[in-house]
């Protein structure tokens, strides 16, 4: 509920209020948490939250057809059908020149809130990206990371869910929108090949 209400901005602050609460010794996991999470949105938000993730899924491939050259990924709360009310759009493409992709947002009448360099620990070496952060709609965001071209091939371990973050490529996402718009992306199970506290 931390996490929901704003209270918590990261996993591991819930996880210590969490305990904090309940007087339990053992952290949740991020998976646990995660679920839980998915639970509460549903139950505060329910109808709603539907009809949110199919207008976040649309929007998010208009930006992608828009960026298509550039091999995007939805990725995030969006891809997983998890999203909920304070939710954004997380977009990867893979570009040389992240100005490219700054051009083509501005020319098509979006607002660049922010747009800088960020540093990630990525496949065990310090890796920067370009993030940027665009106005989509009056209540909605969107973060676009771009990547280099030599990351195209790669494919994370998602920390919360212990899986492949895959995400859908445009023809995935139309292929979602017409047969399972609020098809969920999330295994039943954490995989144990990959925790992390």
């Given at each position: 509920?931390?996490?929901?209400?704003?209270?918590?901005?990261?996993?591991?602050?819930?996880?210590?209020?969490?305990?904090?609460?309940?007087?339990?010794?053992?952290?949740p996991?991020n998976?646990?948490?995660?679920?839980?999470?998915?639970?509460i949105?549903?139950?505060?938000?329910?109808?709603?939250?539907?009809?949110?993730?199919?207008?976040?899924?649309?929007?998010?491939?208009?930006?992608?057809?828009?960026?298509?050259?550039?091999s995007?990924?939805?990725?995030?709360?969006?891809?997983?059908?998890?999203?909920?009310?304070?939710?954004?759009?997380?977009i990867?493409?893979?570009?040389?020149?992240?100005?490219?992709?700054?051009?083509?947002?501005?020319?098509?009448?979006?607002?660049?809130?922010?747009?800088?360099?960020?540093k990630?620990?990525?496949?065990?070496s310090?890796?920067?990206?370009?993030?940027?952060?665009?106005?989509?709609?009056?209540?909605?965001?969107?973060?676009?990371?771009?990547?280099?071209?030599?990351?195209?091939e790669?494919?994370?371990?998602?920390?919360?869910?212990?899986?492949?973050?895959?995400?859908?490529?445009?023809?995935?996402?139309?292929?979602?929108?017409?047969k399972?718009?609020?098809?969920?992306?999330v295994?039943?199970?954490?995989?144990?090949?990959?925790?992390?506290?």
């Open positions: 509920m931390q996490l929901y209400s704003g209270n918590a901005k990261e996993y591991m602050q819930a996880k210590i209020m969490a305990t904090k609460k309940s007087g339990i010794k053992r952290y996991s998976y646990e948490i995660a679920i839980e999470l998915d639970r949105a549903d139950e505060l938000e329910g109808k709603e939250r539907e009809e949110l993730i199919i207008k976040m899924r649309k929007t998010a491939l208009k930006l992608m057809l828009l960026l298509k050259e550039y995007p990924r939805l990725t995030g709360s969006v891809w997983r059908g998890t999203a909920r009310i304070g939710s954004d759009i997380d990867l493409v893979y570009a040389s020149d992240p100005s490219e992709i700054v051009q083509i947002i501005k020319k098509n009448n979006f607002r660049i809130i922010e747009k800088k360099w960020i990630t620990d990525f496949h065990n310090i890796k920067s990206f370009f993030n940027i952060r665009v106005a989509v709609d009056m209540d909605q965001e969107s973060e676009i990371t771009v990547r280099g071209l030599d990351d195209v790669i494919i994370e371990k998602c920390e919360i869910y212990g899986d492949l973050r895959k995400g859908l490529s445009i023809e995935q996402l139309i292929n979602i929108l017409n399972d718009a609020l098809k969920k992306f295994p039943k199970k954490r995989s144990q090949s990959y925790s992390k506290k």
